[in-house]
């Protein structure tokens, strides 16, 4: 049971040096197709702009993208089987570096995605799909 609401949202900055810890447990089993996924919005809403797009299907790929002036960029996809156990809580922190989102799960890094759009025009973190959540940190 997730102890926030899906969607999950949060007005927040990200300026070069944050993160964001993620900790849940995907809320269905792998073999139906779920799937987790975290946007950084440059605005306060679902329609604008992303600057980081992190989506995972379990155990099959993970997505990477931008999306910017309405418009998806080149989609960076990862065939290899994303670190995320069936039914098993992670721990997923995304790191704001200088050049690029450093992304890691359960304390080992997995993913890099260098910076499309300034991270510091971040402006709400929303988490959703078929995830429980059970804290989302932003520092």
Same mark, same amino acid.
């Given at each position: 049971?997730?102890? #926030?609401?899906?969607?999950? @949202?949060k007005h927040a900055r990200l300026p070069v040096g944050s993160f964001v810890k993620i900790k849940g447990t995907p809320a269905m089993? $792998? *073999?139906?197709? *779920?799937?987790?996924?975290?946007? $950084? ?9 992303? +600057? !980081?797009?992190?989506?995972? !299907? ?7 993208? @931008?999306?910017?002036?309405? %418009?998806?960029?080149?989609?960076? %996809? #990862?065939?290899?089987?994303?670190? $995320? ?6 721990? #997923?922190?995304? #790191?704001?570096?200088?050049? +690029?989102?450093?992304? *890691? ?6 993913? %890099? !995605?260098?910076?499309r759009l300034e991270p510091g025009t971040v402006k709400m973190i929303q988490v959703w799909r078929e995830v429980s959540l059970t804290?989302?940190?932003? +520092?």
């Amino acid at each position: 049971m997730s102890l #926030l609401p899906i969607p999950y @949202t949060k007005h927040a900055r990200l300026p070069v040096g944050s993160f964001v810890k993620i900790k849940g447990t995907p809320a269905m089993p $792998f *073999s139906m197709d *779920s799937q987790m996924q975290v946007d $950084f919005h440059t605005g306060n809403e679902n329609i604008s702009d992303i +600057a !980081f797009h992190f989506r995972v !299907f379990y155990g099959r790929r993970v997505v990477m993208n @931008t999306r910017q002036g309405g %418009k998806w960029g080149e989609e960076v %996809k #990862l065939n290899a089987v994303p670190p $995320f156990e069936d039914e098993q809580p992670f721990d #997923l922190t995304i #790191l704001v570096q200088s050049d +690029a989102y450093q992304v *890691s799960v359960n304390g080992r890094e997995y993913y %890099k !995605f260098p910076h499309r759009l300034e991270p510091g025009t971040v402006k709400m973190i929303q988490v959703w799909r078929e995830v429980s959540l059970t804290s989302v940190t932003v +520092a």
